[in-house]
Nanobody, 121 residues
């Protein structure tokens, strides 16, 4: 079907930078949006950033000015550049794709396996 593979997580000190990448592959027919969510321990998963195909970029208020999202809908990739990281950014980050596959005409959501980002103070 459709697979998402993330890379780039890790451990960094507060004020540091990390870049997360996600590559989609498989029987992709169309993509309406790609983005990043995160889930910290004991908290609900939240939308961090999304760049809809032909749409307006969204960034969570707490990451504005620090994070940048860049999606390529030809290469099926999305990158999240995270600068000036804070301990509260610590979470598992998930790549998400909204789209259709050649096996299923109905739009659906696909998730990556998640990558850990830990920011030490």
């Amino acid at each position: 079907q459709v697979q998402l593979v993330e890379s780039g997580g890790g451990l960094v000190q507060a004020g540091g930078s990390l870049g997360l990448s996600c590559v989609a592959s498989g029987s992709i027919r169309s993509i309406s949006a790609m983005g990043w969510y995160r889930q910290a321990p004991g908290k609900e998963r939240e939308l961090v950033a999304t760049e809809p195909n032909g749409g307006t970029t969204y960034l969570l208020d707490s990451v504005k000015g620090r994070f940048t999202i860049s999606a390529d809908y030809v290469k099926y990739t999305v990158h999240l550049q995270m600068n000036n990281l804070k301990p509260e950014d610590t979470a598992v980050y998930y790549c998400r794709l909204n789209g259709t596959s050649w096996y299923s005409g109905a739009p659906r959501v696909y998730w990556g396996q998640g990558t850990q980002v830990t920011v030490s103070s």
